[in-house]
């Protein structure tokens, strides 16, 4: 091939194998291709500022590449694209790999099946398979994870190793870097998440502070937003967990196997209590193995049960109604329970009249009150 620097512009240029400017002059009639010497193509560039030059696919085989630096080492990989300055430079073996962007998969060597768009996008992947990462930035440290999605920018840009997690949104994921099995959608959701696994986050900054935290779950706008290391945790619905009643003060942040459903449910207190559960718009728990149930409901001491909206508990252990009443129907007469224990029923007296009882562990029965 032949080198020239008597052409006009505009030229139409790639870029070859061996990364050299080929150019096509259309003052040329015998219309053949000719290495244009960097010297001689920057000074016309530099003359005309309103040029610009079109530079069309190379294909190698069955791989595609657009771009200075381009598949410089590639020698037996498969149907491969790549699209921008350095964008998979040093790719040898890898196969059905995908880079738009500058620096995108620059230091892909031998993995294959990704898919990497936007500048600096999977820039140090190497060996890692079957990832996906949309926006600049996105999975920009991933080496050798396998089964990443990155959508947004910076999403996922520290991970290295992980696998299998799934991030949707701008600084979703943004400083994990060996956990496994995450799921994340939302702007900034699990930002801060570095190690570990099985956690999910729907919703804009849900679970945004959380570190080593496993296994927990949040659906809803700031769900868990100050969790940081609890784990097997659930919250559902906007602040659930993150501002209970409204204030943040008491957002659960170590506690474990909690449980939050309705928006601003959680802790009635800052103390991190284990085991609560909470279902209700602002339903509320405080101490361990409290649970409330309805709008407003607080079951605000250790082990008690507020039933109804607007419940609150008065002792611990204690099952609160409020101002309710509590119906049963007539059975047939339930076995013993176990010991210590009684069970409390309605039965008929067998002449028409139904009588409150007693049965107790041992056996034994007792009328507590009868039908006038």
């Known amino acids: 091939m032949t080198k020239r620097s008597d052409f006009q512009l505009p030229v139409r240029t790639s870029i070859d194998a061996d990364a050299r400017v080929i150019a096509w002059d259309p003052t040329d009639t015998n219309g053949e291709p000719f290495v244009v010497p960097t010297s001689a193509l920057a000074a016309p560039l530099a003359a005309n500022a309103a040029f610009t030059a079109v530079f069309e696919p190379v294909q190698v085989g069955t791989n595609t590449h657009i771009g200075l630096n381009t598949h410089t080492a590639l020698t037996s990989g498969a149907s491969n694209v790549a699209v921008g300055l350095d964008a998979q430079r040093f790719m040898t073996t ?78 979703a994921q943004l400083a994990m870097t060996t956990a496994n099995f995450n799921s994340a959608f939302g ?76 928006v601003e449910s959680g802790f009635g207190s800052a103390t991190q209590d284990s085991d609560v559960t909470t279902i209700g718009y602002r339903a509320l728990g405080t101490g361990v193995g409290a649970v409330s149930l309805g709008s407003g409901a607080h079951a605000a001491h250790t082990m008690a049960v507020a039933l109804g909206m ?63």
């Open 187 to 262: 702007a900034n959701a699990q930002r801060a998440l570095t190690t570990q696994n099985f956690s999910s986050a729907f919703g804009s900054s849900a679970q945004l502070s959380m570190t080593t935290g496993t296994a927990n779950d949040a659906f809803g706008a700031n769900a868990q937003q100050l969790l940081t290391t609890g784990t097997l945790n659930a919250a559902f619905g906007v602040g659930s967990q993150h501002a209970p009643g409204g204030v943040t003060a008491n957002a659960l942040t170590t506690a474990n196997r909690c449980t939050a459903v309705g």
């Open 94 to 171: 890898g196969s059905f790999n995908v880079g738009l962007g500058e620096g995108t998969q620059i230091a892909l060597t031998t993995g294959s099946d990704n898919v990497g768009v936007g500048a600096r996008s999977q820039n140090t992947v190497t060996t890692g398979g079957s990832n996906t990462a949309v926006g600049t930035n996105s999975q920009r440290l991933l080496t050798t994870g396998s089964v990443n999605t990155a959508v947004g920018s910076t999403a996922q840009q520290a991970l290295t190793t992980g696998g299998s997690n799934v991030a949707v949104g701008i600084a």
């Open 310 to 372: 607007s419940a609150v508990s008065t002792a611990a252990s204690q099952v609160h109604m409020g101002a309710r009443h509590m119906e049963i129907v007539e059975i047939t007469a339930p076995a013993a329970g176990a010991t210590n224990s009684a069970r409390i029923f309605a039965e008929d007296d067998g002449a028409g009249k139904t009588r409150l009882m007693v049965r107790f562990a041992t056996g034994a029965v007792q009328q507590l009150a009868i039908e006038p």
